[in-house]
């Protein structure tokens, strides 16, 4: 072969090379940018769970089972004094409503079993130790369940998450476990 017949193999596969190096870089940008998305939607997710939690929260210490009511909770998650999600938080919903024994408190040990303790109908009988609490009579509490559901939606990031909490709570005998709305008559 003679020299002049090779003078553009070089640049041909210079070329080729030079396309698959494009072809690689464009690839890697590709998947970088959709690894950056993928992690910013579970950031946007964690943080619309932690707004639910956060209104849970706030519901769970106030005195909710006198009125169970619909509650909306917004959060400033990054402090720039603009509002980024708003929590909804569904009216508490009583799931059960379980009359507590004498039994079940523990007065010496737990203060607000000491309001539930009710008195018995026994006399003294003069054995020491006799208090006149009958040990399986009916207290003064109850023991309701109730469920409450927070959800989330944000409409510049489609993030949305429905978060249910579960919770015992002792309430005063003449609670009402109701699920929202009117109370029952």
Same mark, same amino acid.
């Given at each position: 072969m003679s020299p002049n017949k090779q003078q553009g193999s070089t640049l041909i596969v210079a070329l080729i090379m030079l396309v698959l190096l494009t072809l690689v870089a464009v690839s890697a940008i590709n998947s970088t940018t959709t690894s950056l998305q993928i992690v910013g939607n579970a950031q946007f997710r964690e943080e619309a769970g932690s707004v639910a939690q956060s209104a849970i929260e706030q519901v769970i210490s106030t005195n909710f089972t006198a009125s169970p009511?619909?509650?909306?909770?917004?959060?400033?998650?990054?402090? #720039?004094?603009?509002?980024?999600? +708003? =929590? %909804?938080?569904?009216?508490?919903?009583?799931?059960?409503?379980?009359?507590?024994?004498?039994?079940?408190?523990?007065?010496?040990?737990?203060?607000? #079993?000491?309001?539930?303790?009710? +008195? =018995? %109908?026994?006399?003294s009988t003069g054995i020491v130790g006799a208090s006149g609490v009958t040990a399986t009579g009916q207290s003064w509490c109850y023991k309701q369940s109730w469920d409450i559901q927070a959800s989330v939606a944000d409409a510049n990031t489609g993030a949305n998450t429905v978060v249910h909490q579960g919770l015992y709570i002792r309430v005063p005998t003449g609670t009402n476990c109701w699920s929202g709305g009117a109370p029952p008559i």
């Open positions: 009511v619909v509650a909306t909770i917004s959060v400033d998650i990054n402090k #720039d004094g603009r509002v980024d999600y +708003s =929590g %909804q938080v569904s009216a508490p919903v009583c799931t059960s409503s379980i009359a507590l024994t004498n039994d079940q408190l523990h007065p010496l040990t737990v203060a607000a #079993d000491q309001a539930c303790v009710s +008195s =018995g %109908q026994t006399t």
